[in-house]
């Protein structure tokens, strides 16, 4: 009952501005601004939720299978990395260790070139994807991976120029110059947060029924520039937080388009003419 007089009492305060051709915008913009003050009293944007910080660590595995005649693996993996959730924002810090060969003969320039664009490369795919939302408060916190490279580390990857023969395929501890996509390196990123691959031939998970992308990029979309994120790929953010906050509920969100901020933005603009023009209609031409 409360709730629904306040707001009764906002938006009766609200509606002959908006009637009025006269109106004197500051008192709208004001009373607008009263009642986004309300509507926050009674619905916080910020519901106090408990933050931290982990370390995590474990094994992934997938036993040998045969698909259409041919054998795949048996594959394993260990994976580690540090989680936290500092009331903004979600994230997933990892350090690689890069041991480049010696017949690639990098100088140190070059070295720091490689890790800066692995980086760049890893964090541009996985990040500014999904958030975590709060569905009690509709707040949102931006999930983010952060790669560094100046240890203690959780992985190393060999780099050398090219495959030899005797080398393993391009996989999440050994990578190959002349093989290297942004797509690649964000794959195998994803095998060092304990992720699956979703091909066959790959690290599947449940075979014979394992979940399988044309398009992801734990799957074939690996092999494209811009392969498919998927929210599963995020859903450890979600349970974090869901660990942290157990009364709480939390879901992945896509994070707008910018197309969908543009479209705000005109709209806010769209306001201002509006505005400009209730202006000009009020000038008394003496």
Not at 14 to 26: A, E
Not at 249 to 266: G, K, N, Q, T, Y
């Amino acid at each position: 009952m409360c709730r629904r007089f306040v707001l009764r009492l906002a938006s009766l305060r609200m509606v002959p501005l908006l009637r009025n051709r006269s109106t004197d915008w500051t008192g709208f913009t004001r009373s607008a601004a009263c009642l986004f003050a309300v509507l926050t009293m009674l619905h916080p944007l910020a519901a106090g939720l408990i933050t931290g910080s982990q370390n995590v660590s474990g094994n992934r595995s997938t036993p040998a299978y045969t698909h259409n005649g041919t054998t795949y693996g048996p594959f394993g993996w260990n994976y580690s990395y540090t989680r936290s959730f500092d009331g903004t924002v979600v994230k997933k810090h990892l350090e690689i260790n890069f041991m480049f060969d010696d017949a690639l003969n990098y100088t140190d320039a070059q070295k720091a070139a490689y890790r800066a664009a692995a980086e760049a490369n890893i964090e541009g795919i996985w990040n500014n994807k999904f958030n975590v939302k709060d569905n009690n408060t509709n707040k949102t916190y931006a999930a983010v991976v952060d790669v560094t490279t100046t240890g203690p580390y959780n992985q190393t990857v060999e780099v050398k120029a090219t495959k030899a023969l005797a080398d393993p395929p391009y996989n999440m501890t050994n990578w190959y110059v002349d093989q290297d996509t942004a797509a690649f390196q964000a794959h195998e990123f994803g095998h060092m947060l304990g992720l699956f691959d979703e091909y066959i031939g790959g690290a599947v998970n449940q075979y014979p029924n394992p979940l399988l992308s044309n398009d992801g990029l734990m799957g074939l979309g690996a092999l494209n520039a811009s392969p498919k994120m998927y929210a599963r790929y995020y859903q450890q953010f979600a349970d974090y937080v869901k660990e942290l906050n157990p009364s709480g509920s939390f879901s992945m969100v896509p994070v707008p388009e910018p197309s969908s901020v543009i479209l705000l933005a005109l709209g806010f603009g769209g306001l201002v003419v509006l505005r400009r023009r209730r202006a000009a209609d009020n000038v008394t031409v003496a």
